[in-house]
């Protein structure tokens, strides 16, 4: 036998008990919303009948549970949406623009988001339990772990606008953010502040992309993207995009970098996402040389661990295919050419090829000038 329902005047109280127990935990921001996801869906079905979803199958899975909110968790007719800032160094132009350093997106420099972002949403739901103890709720955090529109709800919620990038952007705080939901059956008032679109004219994110890899404004072609390829792609990285990829080998923040909204972007206030093991400015021939062992003990508890040491190998190898002529890369290259991996292998190859051309161009030059 269920309680009556809370009175509304003693939802509006929870719901501000909410953002306050949310800002505790250490979120900018916390909304509620009503979610409807019919818009959002269209474009996920057009998207994904377009094949820019890759080696990315799950994408279209779990059939309209990813947008159906009530068939992933019953009785759910209010999400909570949060963000959290990540953003732990400003350095990152520097190191792309020296190609021996290795640039790794800037979420993934600390502590696995995940982990940490779900603790706090487990809290908040504990919270709101113990308010309600009478009440048998139906409640569920989520962060980027199920299929979870997260863009659309956090977009409804107020905390920002889906950008030309496809990326929220917060007109406070820029796009340098996680985001969080919680699922409820609990029927919260609603925030009524969703931010109208402030990209206008601007075209920067779309100009910029190393592998131009946004067809239109608002669509992403996974296929050409640089995260997808280094992180979630288990294939060999196309040959023709590999040259474009520069220094990045572990996702790819340009499209942030050169937003003009993440001029407003704060740093984290989480420790826990502060830069390991230099990995905010490390070499690629350092990276390069860890052994097994070695990667598996550094990226503990990191976002990086999950494409394991082999496709780390294949993505530095293309980083030093990359990198200026020197003799040095060259014999750290050969010294890896007969790896039991033909993943690596042929990376590693296509990279021994490159330095080989940069240095013969190199020698040109110096006889020239002779």
């Known amino acids: 036998m269920h309680n009556k329902p809370p009175e509304e005047d003693q939802l509006a109280d929870l719901a501000q008990k909410i953002k306050a127990w949310g800002a505790e935990l250490g979120f900018q921001q916390v909304a509620i919303v009503e979610p409807d996801l019919d818009q959002a869906s269209e474009h996920l079905n057009k998207w994904l009948a377009d094949g820019f979803q890759g080696s990315m199958q799950w994408m279209g899975e779990h059939g309209d549970k990813r947008y159906v909110v009530d068939k ?11 963000r959290m800032d990540y953003l732990a160094d400003r350095n990152m132009v520097a190191v792309l623009k020296n190609d021996n350093k290795a640039y790794i997106s800037r979420y993934a420099l600390g502590r696995d988001y995940h982990k940490l972002i779900r603790q706090r949403l487990k809290a908040l739901v504990n919270k709101i339990d113990a308010e309600l103890p009478e009440l048998d709720l139906k409640q569920r955090p989520f962060v980027d772990s199920a299929p979870v529109m997260e863009k659309p709800l956090a977009e409804q919620a107020g905390l920002g606008w889906i950008g030309k990038n496809t990326l929220l952007l917060n007109d406070k705080a820029g796009s340098w953010f996680f985001l969080g939901e919680i699922y409820t059956s609990l029927q919260l008032p609603t925030d009524q502040s969703e931010q109208e679109n402030r990209c206008g004219n601007c075209r920067a994110c779309l100009k ?11 669509v992403l072609d996974a296929r050409k993207c640089i995260s997808y390829l280094t992180i979630e792609s288990k294939e060999p990285i196309p040959v023709e995009l590999r040259s474009l990829m520069g220094n990045r080998v572990f996702g790819c923040d340009d499209c942030q970098i050169i937003c003009p909204w993440n001029r407003f972007a704060s740093q984290t206030k989480e420790d826990d996402f502060a830069p390991r093991h230099n990995l905010d400015d490390p070499d690629l021939v350092t990276l390069f040389n860890w052994q097994p062992e070695e990667f598996l003990q550094k990226t503990e508890g990191s976002p990086i661990r999950r494409i394991g040491h082999e496709r780390w190998l294949r993505n530095l190898a293309v980083g030093l295919g990359n990198a200026s002529g020197s003799a040095d890369i060259l014999q750290q290259l050969e010294a890896k050419a007969e790896h039991p991996s033909e993943l690596v292998r042929e990376h590693v190859q296509w990279a021994i090829e490159q330095q080989k051309l940069k240095l013969e161009s190199v020698n040109e030059e110096v006889i020239k000038g002779e």
Do not use: Q
């Not at 968790?73 to 949060?82: L, Q, Y």
């Not at 190393?210 to 404004?217: G, L």
């Open 208 to 218: 910029i992309c190393p592998t131009n890899a946004f067809p239109e404004p608002y």
């Open 72 to 82: 992933l968790v019953d009785h759910t007719v209010r999400v909570i949406s949060v």
